[in-house]
């Protein structure tokens, strides 16, 4: 479903300096997949998710999301970045339904209803952002980028400002309504276990120019447990493919 094709980015600051972040990146997700992107600093992953979720546009290739070009943001896409980016003059429910002005309010507010209960704020509705801890602002967030059932979801890095017990916490989270909702996902994050926890497959970016160093299959049953040899055991493997040193 969605077909990414020798895609290349190249920043230009107009006075001659240019920046190759991509190049060659080939890489096909199918329905209902989730592939985490792993990488170092600065490899272009946030580039890609960008990209992907028509926010910029590539310098060369292309990519295909349900049989068509991506030319700049749609509904099909939910987008889900570090920071919760909420409006901070509207409650919960007011920043949800930013994504659905076009819908009547009835079903505005049947929609809100429901995701607000997907991701557990069912009495936080009429809170302001700034009555919310860090997680619960995430959950507002990723509730506005669920409501209009997107084919895919596109998060960046989403928990790595969260304390770990949250972080857990929202990770298994987001595994239900993946299993509930069977949105596409793809998902940066520096946190390998997060990566062999939730992905079926985890991709590893290296730079500069960021490529797809290695891709690895996570054949796991769900739920997976943190602890579990085999979940340890891929850890390592990433961890080598990052190439740290
Ligand atoms: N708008 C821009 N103009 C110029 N260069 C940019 C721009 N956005 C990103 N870059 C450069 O492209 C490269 C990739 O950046 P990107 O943010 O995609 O990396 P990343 O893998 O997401 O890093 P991190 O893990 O730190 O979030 C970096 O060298 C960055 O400086
Ligand atoms: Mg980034």
Excluded at 17 to 43: P, S
Aim: glycine letters at 8%; one cysteine or more; a neutral charge.
């Amino acid at each position: 479903m969605l077909a990414i094709s020798q895609l290349a980015k190249r920043f230009d600051d107009g006075a001659g300096l240019r920046h190759l972040a991509l190049e060659g990146i080939d890489l096909a997700v199918g329905e209902h997949a989730i592939v985490a992107l792993v990488g170092t600093t600065g490899c272009g992953k946030s580039t890609l998710l960008r990209i992907v979720g028509g926010l910029d546009q590539p310098s060369h290739g292309e990519v295909i999301l349900d049989g068509r070009p991506v030319q700049g943001p749609t509904a099909a896409v939910g987008m889900v970045f570090q920071e919760p980016r909420l409006m901070p003059w509207l409650t919960v429910r007011g920043n949800i339904r930013l994504a659905l002005l076009d819908l009547p309010r009835a079903e505005q507010d049947r929609r809100i209803d429901g995701l607000l209960d997907a991701v557990g704020l069912e009495r936080f509705g009429d809170a302001l952002p700034r009555q919310l801890s860090g997680g619960m602002a995430q959950r507002t967030a990723l509730a506005r980028a669920l409501v209009r059932q997107p084919s895919i979801l596109l998060m960046d890095e989403p928990f790595s400002a969260l304390d770990s017990f949250t972080r857990l916490k929202l990770q298994d989270h987001l595994a239900a309504l993946w299993a509930e909702a069977r949105f596409t996902l793809i998902l940066v994050t520096h946190d390998v276990e997060e990566a062999v926890t939730l992905a079926d497959r985890v991709v590893v970016m290296a730079g500069q120019p960021g490529r797809i160093r290695r891709e690895l299959e996570i054949d796991l049953p769900r739920p997976r447990r943190r602890t579990a040899p085999e979940v340890q055991a891929l850890k390592e493997q990433i961890i080598q493919a990052l190439d740290l040193s």
